[in-house]
């Protein structure tokens, strides 16, 4: 069975630094797709960053850039130039290519972003 | 296009009545996924539905829970007889047909408290 797995229940960071969020995941499969969420206090769920498993090139976002180590199943996000409103709780997922439907979540990480 | 659409936001009943969640997907999105929320948790799969069809509910429990996604309106999440443990936040997320790669679209979620 896929895992994933969150291993900073909390972290914070001081605004306009940067900050790594970590991932791991555990899986026997080899096409799959990664992705990072968003959730603020107000509980809506917001896709922050998409990884291909395929792809060897990291995905960026904006402020929002990942770093996928494939062999050692990793997948960090790093959130650079912090702002306030990145204050939330942050969910890695994955989801494998032979399942459209079920993605696997994290416990997340709830970022506090200091003034 | 409002999104994804869930109702009610809140949700109390007392136990042993029935919960009925509701959502509709963003527009041109076929594919309804349901996840459940504890307190300080991740998301965890319930059930990835399509049209009239039941595509995985392997996450859903065995007793009480049953969810549809009739032709002509919402998908429902129907919890009876709900007990103190069914407390939670519940998300509805969509996605286009064939879109592996592609992240949800989640909604607001509906937070039931049974008392």
């Known amino acids: 069975a896929q895992t994933v797995t969150q291993s900073q229940p909390e972290m914070s960071v001081q605004e306009a630094e940067t900050v790594t969020l970590s991932c791991t995941y555990d899986?026997?499969?080899?096409?799959?797709?990664l992705f990072w969420y968003k959730q603020p206090p107000s509980r809506q769920m917001i896709l922050v960053i998409r990884?291909?498993?395929?792809?060897?090139q990291n995905a960026t976002e904006n402020r929002f850039s990942v770093n996928f180590q494939k062999a050692a199943k990793s997948f960090s996000l790093k959130i650079s130039d912090s702002q306030l409103g990145d204050a939330a709780m942050y969910f890695c997922?994955?989801?494998?290519?032979?399942?459209?439907?079920?993605?696997?979540f994290g416990d997340g990480t709830t970022l506090t972003v200091k003034p | 296009n409002a999104g994804v659409m869930q109702n009610p936001r809140h949700l109390v009943r007392r136990r042993g009545q029935e919960a009925r969640l509701r959502c509709s997907p963003m527009?041109?999105?076929?594919?309804v996924y349901w996840y459940r929320q504890l307190p300080e948790e991740g998301l965890k799969f319930m059930v990835y539905?399509?049209?009239?069809?039941?595509?995985?509910e392997s996450g859903m429990p065995k007793e009480r829970f049953s969810a549809e996604f009739p032709k002509e309106g919402p998908s429902i999440l129907r919890i009876q007889q709900v007990v103190r443990g069914d407390s939670a936040a519940y998300f509805c997320?969509?996605?286009?047909?064939?879109?592996?790669?592609?992240?949800?679209?989640f909604g607001s979620g509906t937070r039931l408290t049974v008392v």
């Open positions: 997320a969509s996605s286009p047909q064939g879109a592996r790669d592609y992240g949800y679209t």
């Open positions: 899986t026997s499969e080899s096409d799959y797709y």
């Open positions: 990884q291909e498993a395929y792809k060897q």
């Open positions: 997922a994955y989801r494998a290519n032979t399942n459209a439907g079920k993605s696997t």
């Open positions: 527009k041109g999105h076929s594919h």
């Open positions: 539905l399509q049209k009239e069809n039941i595509i995985d």
